[in-house]
C-alpha cells in the first residue's frame, strides 16, 4: 500500500454505483496497474455524529467468533477484517476462482473529498440522504471490475463485453423445528417473496416482483430460464446488464426500487454488438445465453450450500446468539418461555462452542443470501485457441462466448445485527401473514382495502 491517492486522481474514477456499506467506482484512465479494477470505498451514515476511521474493528464476541482465521481478529480496522473475511472465509467456500478479495491501497482526505463532490449529482437521493463517503478512512479496498476482460498487461481488448450483475437472494425453505407455528408460512414461501409483501406495503417498491429464487436454484433448465425472464421482467435491484461497464439496463441507483431505467434501445444496441442474431431476436438468445452459462458454471450449487448453513433459521440462531454475548435471551423473555425446560431449551443447553458455531454459520449465510454474482461474456472468435476462460455454445445461432463467472458484494455481516434480522424477519412474516388475510377477507366480501395490493397477493397462491 505504498502509493497514495490524491485529490487529483479521483479524475480517473467514475461512479459505478453503490449498496448500503460501500460506494463503487470503475476506473477510466489509463494506468495499467489501475485498468479492469474497481474501487470500493466505504460509507458512514449522516445520522453518526462521530466518524471512526474504518468504523473500528473487531468487538470482542466478533474477535471470539471468528478466532480461528488467522490475521483476521489483529486487524487494525474493521475495513481491513472485512477483506481478510472475503479471502479467509468466503474464498474457501465459494472458491478462490470466482472471489476476489482485493487489495487495499492508501487514500488522502483529499481524495475521498473530491470523490465525494465529483459524484454527489450522479448518487441517487434516497443514497445520499442515508450515507456520505466516510471522511477518516485512510485506505480503499481495489478489486478486479467483473463486468469486462483485461489482458494480463493491464489493457483493455476492443472487444465487445457483455455483463449481468444478479442477486440470487436466498435459494431454499427452512425446515427448521425452532420456527414458530406461527411463522410455519416460511416453510412454504420464500423469504424474498414475503419481503417484497412488505417492501410493496412501506412504499419501498411499486411492483411485486414475478421473480422467485427457488426456480433459479431448482437444477433445471426450465425452472432457471423461467427465473432468468422473470428478473429481465422485473429487475428491480436484482438484475443488471453492462456494456464493457457501463450500464444498459437495470436500475440505475442498485437501491430496492427501480425509479428509472436506462432506455430499451441502448440494450437492445448494446447485446447486438455481442450476440449475433436476427432482428427482434437477441433479447431472447441473451436471455438463453444466460440461462445457459448459469447452469454450466455450477455457481449455483456452491452458493446453496453456502447458504444452507443457516440450519436453524433466525428463530433458533437468535437464541444461540444471545448466549454467545452473554445476554438475557429476550425472545425467551417475550415468549415467556423457560430457557432450560421451553422449546428453545436443546439450544440454550448446548456448549459455547456449539453456539458460537450456530452463529457464525448464520453470518456466513447471511453474506450468501445477500451476495451478487457477475457474469460477463464476449464472443470467441476463431484465432482465439487459447483461451483462458471456459465458453459455452448457443446452439441455436451457432455462436460461442467466453465467460467468466464471480460473486462479488461479500460483506461480513455485524454481530451485532443478528438482534435486527430476528426483528426484520418477524415483521415480514407479520406482513405477508397479514396482507393474505386481508386478500380473503376482500374475497370472502368481509372488508375492502386497495384492490392493487390484493391483486399481487393472489398472484402468489
Known amino acids: 500500500m505504498a502509493e497514495v491517492l490524491q485529490a487529483k486522481d479521483a479524475d480517473e474514477w467514475a461512479y459505478r454505483g453503490e449498496g448500503a456499506v460501500n460506494l463503487v467506482l470503475s476506473y477510466c484512465g489509463s494506468s495499467p496497474k489501475f485498468v479492469g479494477k474497481v474501487l470500493r470505498i466505504q460509507k458512514v451514515s449522516n445520522k453518526v455524529s462521530k466518524y471512526e476511521n474504518g468504523h473500528s474493528a473487531l468487538t470482542k464476541d466478533e474477535r471470539l467468533l471468528w478466532g480461528q482465521f488467522e490475521g483476521l481478529v489483529a486487524a487494525r480496522t474493521r475495513e481491513i477484517a472485512e477483506q481478510l473475511y472475503v479471502q479467509k472465509v468466503m474464498c474457501p467456500l465459494l472458491g478462490s476462482e470466482h472471489v476476489d478479495a482485493g487489495i487495499r491501497i492508501l487514500v488522502s482526505r483529499e481524495f475521498l473529498k473530491a470523490v465525494e463532490n465529483k459524484v454527489l449529482l450522479q448518487r441517487p437521493t434516497l443514497r445520499v440522504d442515508a450515507a456520505k463517503v466516510n471522511p477518516l478512512c485512510d485506505s480503499v479496498l481495489v478489486i478486479a471490475d467483473h463486468s469486462i476482460f483485461p ?12 455483463s449481468v450483475e444478479i442477486k440470487p437472494k436466498g435459494g431454499f425453505l427452512p425446515t427448521s423445528d425452532f420456527i414458530d407455528e406461527e411463522n410455519a408460512v416460511k416453510k412454504r414461501i420464500t423469504r424474498f417473496k414475503m419481503h417484497q409483501a ?22 433445471s433448465k426450465d425452472g432457471v430460464q423461467n427465473a432468468i425472464k422473470c428478473l429481465f421482467l422485473t429487475p428491480q435491484n436484482n438484475f443488471r446488464v453492462f456494456l464493457n461497464g457501463s450500464l444498459i439496463f437495470g436500475g440505475m441507483d442498485g437501491a430496492a426500487e427501480c425509479v428509472s431505467y436506462t432506455v430499451d434501445q441502448a440494450f437492445q444496441d448494446g447485446i447486438k454488438r455481442v450476440i449475433v442474431a436476427k432482428d427482434g431476436m437477441h433479447s431472447k438468445y441473451f436471455l438463453e445465453l444466460v440461462t445457459e452459462t448459469v447452469m454450466k458454471s455450477g455457481l ?23 448466549d454467545f454475548v452473554s445476554l438475557p435471551c429476550m425472545v425467551c423473555r417475550k415468549k415467556s418461555e423457560n430457557k432450560l425446560s421451553g422449546r428453545y431449551s436443546p439450544i440454550h443447553s448446548m456448549s459455547k462452542d456449539e453456539k458460537l458455531k450456530l452463529v457464525r454459520n448464520y453470518l456466513i449465510s447471511a453474506t450468501g443470501k445477500d451476495l451478487s454474482m457477475m457474469i460477463s461474456f464476449r464472443p470467441r472468435k476463431s484465432m482465439d485457441v487459447e483461451s483462458p476462460h471456459r465458453s459455452v455454445l448457443l446452439k441455436e445461432i ?31 412474516v407479520s406482513c405477508y401473514v397479514q396482507m393474505v388475510k386481508d386478500d380473503e377477507a376482500i374475497q370472502n366480501g368481509v372488508v375492502g382495502i386497495d384492490g392493487s395490493l390484493n391483486s399481487y397477493i393472489a398472484k402468489w397462491k
Open 198 to 219: 412488505l417492501k410493496l406495503h412501506d412504499g419501498v417498491i411499486s411492483q411485486i416482483s414475478k421473480y422467485d429464487p427457488l426456480d433459479l436454484f431448482s437444477g
Open 151 to 162: 489482458s494480463v498487461r493491464g489493457i483493455l481488448k476492443e472487444d465487445f463485453c457483455l
Open 398 to 428: 451457432n455462436q460461442t462466448f467466453d465467460y467468466k463467472a464471480s460473486f462479488i458484494d461479500l460483506d461480513m455481516k455485524p454481530l451485532k445485527k443478528m438482534e435486527y434480522y430476528y426483528e426484520l424477519d418477524q415483521q415480514i
Open 300 to 322: 449455483l450449487n456452491q452458493l446453496l450450500e453456502v447458504q444452507k448453513l443457516d440450519s436453524i433459521d433466525i428463530e433458533g440462531a437468535i437464541h444461540a446468539y444471545y
